[in-house]
């Protein structure tokens, strides 16, 4: 039996999050003020009062997930991982409580990064689609065919369980990706309401700012392996992590094959650290024998 955590990336925010930890630990409520230092503004008061559209914006969602996530996972007194994953975000959290990044450290990249991600956004209109019910080999080979055909960025971004792959790419490719989606046979080809296209090459601007901020901040040993998004394989090198991270935002996040993995490698009980049970949905339709429980 091995333990497997696991952290949430973008999507799973909601109002009022974190605010059950800061009224419940003291350590939780020291760990927002040092969040709030860090980001010089008050992301606590967002999160705990902030509506959704508040939470939506990219610079704020992805620290906001990150500092409840940690928090989540600091607070609960869990024994040690035998080896950790995070879904695109969530795999900074994942650095941490594998204690290659520091608390401080990775907030900050994780600030860095969304707002990279957020400019990179306004530059390049574009945005992203869940194709349900169709191999991910065909999805694969449309997103080739729209690009071939049209020129326009179409790709492959999120590996998220079988059955369910998100497409990334230009407003025009997706929305041609999606009606041939659905000509193949796949029982839903939905836009999402994000503002941009994530892990496809138009995060190029993003990813070199990501890659330089990285590039000055200290990594130290992992203490477990991390099943990083871009590779799906258990890492440790410290040089390999910096590569995958930077990699993973124009590159997929294999989910679905992390997971599988991880169990390869003996992993059995999953705990997912952090808002809301998206990943324990994932991983229950992935592996179906995985004992899963979240701690929020």
């Not at 927002?32 to 606590?44: Q, V, W």
């Not at 860095?112 to 191999?135: D, F, G, K, W, Y």
């Not at 679905?256 to 952090?274: K, L, N």
């Amino acid at each position: 039996m091995k333990r497997a955590y696991v952290f949430p990336g973008q999507g799973s925010q909601f109002p009022g999050m974190g605010r059950n930890l800061f009224d419940n630990y003291p350590q939780a409520k020291k760990l927002f003020e040092e969040a709030n230092r860090i980001l010089g503004f008050d992301i606590a008061k967002i999160m705990f009062d902030g509506s959704e559209e508040d939470l939506k914006q990219t610079k704020v969602t992805q620290p906001a997930i990150f500092i409840h996530s940690i928090i989540a996972y600091q607070t609960s007194n869990s024994p040690a991982p035998d080896m950790v994953a995070g879904h695109s975000l969530g795999e900074f959290t994942a650095l941490v409580a594998n204690e290659v990044l520091d608390f401080e450290s990775a907030l900050r990249l994780v600030a860095i990064r969304a707002a990279a991600m957020q400019r990179a956004c306004e530059l390049n209109p574009s945005t992203m689609a869940a194709v349900l019910a169709l191999a991910d080999e065909k999805v694969e080979s449309i997103c080739i065919e729209v690009k071939n055909d049209t020129e326009e960025v179409v790709v492959p971004a999120n590996y998220n369980c079988p059955g369910q792959l998100v497409i990334s790419g230009s407003i025009v490719g997706i929305d041609i990706a999606c009606e041939r989606m659905k000509t193949a046979g796949a029982k839903r080809a939905l836009v999402l309401p994000v503002g941009g296209a994530f892990h496809s090459p138009l995060m190029e601007p993003a990813r070199e700012e990501l890659a330089m901020a990285i590039d000055k901040t200290n990594f130290g040993a992992a203490k477990c392996p991390v099943y990083q998004n871009v590779v799906a394989t258990a890492v440790t090198d410290p040089s390999l992590i910096r590569k995958n991270l930077v990699d993973q935002l124009t590159g997929a996040v294999r989910w679905t094959q992390s997971v599988q993995a991880m169990v390869a490698d003996g992993g059995t009980d999953f705990t997912e650290y952090g808002p809301g049970k998206v990943l324990q949905g994932l991983i229950t339709k992935i592996h179906k024998e995985a004992k899963v429980a979240g701690v929020n």
